[in-house]
């Protein structure tokens, strides 16, 4: 099966925004025949099923979890012979529904060399009336409990997803999101799959441009919403999983981590 990889930038931009977006990388042919797979709906598998039991070799979402930039981000950021956790079909009615609080799909969650990644799929166009995902950049490494965020109403800096059919997002486990109301005369369709890492997750990219100064710019961001102080642990928590993701123990930025685990090791 061939696979296109993502590169260095692209993950530690995952790292630092908790998400990454692949518009429109999905064949129309694929997206012509979600809605009817959608509609009539995808068996359910028991939580720790490997993927290529899950599901069946020719079957709607092996073809769609096999297009090369899904089936190569995929391979990416979990490796080889994820599990799958579950998977949802979300279908929003025209005209109706309510915004889902802010939330997390995890209870808090201490892993800092672990993840696992949430794939949401979208068949059709999403436009702005449409409502979308939302999804605050920059939240996945705050330690909150599920729905604890519901209470916020909004963030500065967060996204309301719009994008063309066949787009796909894949999420960290531990963003803040929610899927907003539909106020268009169409249906929405999102197909989520939640991925488990059975692998270490080191280096599972092309790190051809690993020295590349745009890594450390990226994981370096600071999204609006964060605080003058408390943000800095935001990209403190980056650097202990980029640590992990990459086995290099020395990177750091503003030699913040290096500061905090300086164990002195000379006798006086």
Same mark, same amino acid.
């Given at each position: 099966m061939r696979t296109t990889l993502l590169t260095s930038v692209q993950v530690a931009r995952f790292v630092a925004a908790g998400y990454?977006?692949?518009?429109?990388i999905v064949p129309d042919e694929l997206n012509d025949q979600a809605i009817d797979v959608l509609e009539a709906g995808i068996p359910a598998v028991p939580y720790g099923t490997p993927l290529k039991e899950a599901f069946p070799e020719g079957s709607f979402t092996r073809r769609l979890i096999e297009v090369p930039e899904v089936a190569g981000a995929l391979r990416s950021l979990v490796g080889t012979g994820p599990t799958v956790d579950h998977h949802a079909v979300h279908v929003r009615e025209p005209r109706g529904g309510e915004a889902q609080p802010l939330h997390a799909d995890a209870i808090i969650d201490t892993r800092m060399d672990a993840f696992d990644v949430q794939l949401m799929y979208y068949p059709?166009?999403?436009?702005?009336?449409?409502?979308?995902? $939302?999804?605050?950049?920059?939240?996945? $490494?705050? @330690?909150?409990?599920?729905?604890?965020?519901?209470?916020?109403?909004?963030?500065?800096?967060?996204?309301?997803?719009?994008?063309?059919?066949?787009?796909?997002? $894949?999420?960290?486990?531990?963003?803040?999101?929610?899927? @907003?109301?539909?106020?268009?005369?169409?249906? @929405?369709?999102?197909?989520?799959?939640?991925f488990n890492p059975t692998v270490p997750q080191?280096?599972?990219?092309?790190?051809s441009d690993l020295g590349d100064p745009a890594v450390a710019a990226e994981l370096n961001r600071r999204f609006p919403w964060y605080e003058q102080a408390t943000g800095r642990l935001e990209i403190y928590n980056r650097v202990r999983l980029w640590r992990a993701m990459t086995a290099d123990p020395s990177f750091d930025i503003h030699y913040w981590t290096t500061r905090v685990s300086n164990r002195p090791g000379r006798v006086a």
């Open positions: 990454l977006r692949l518009d429109g059709r166009e999403v436009t702005e009336d449409m409502g979308g995902t $939302l999804v605050v950049p920059g939240s996945h $490494l705050r @330690r909150t409990n599920e729905s604890d965020t519901g209470r916020y109403q909004n963030l500065r800096g967060q996204t309301r997803l719009t994008c063309p059919a066949g787009t796909v997002m $894949l999420l960290h486990h531990g963003i803040w999101h929610g899927g @907003r109301r539909n106020d268009s005369d169409q249906r @929405r369709y999102m197909f989520k799959i939640r080191v280096r599972l990219w092309d790190t």
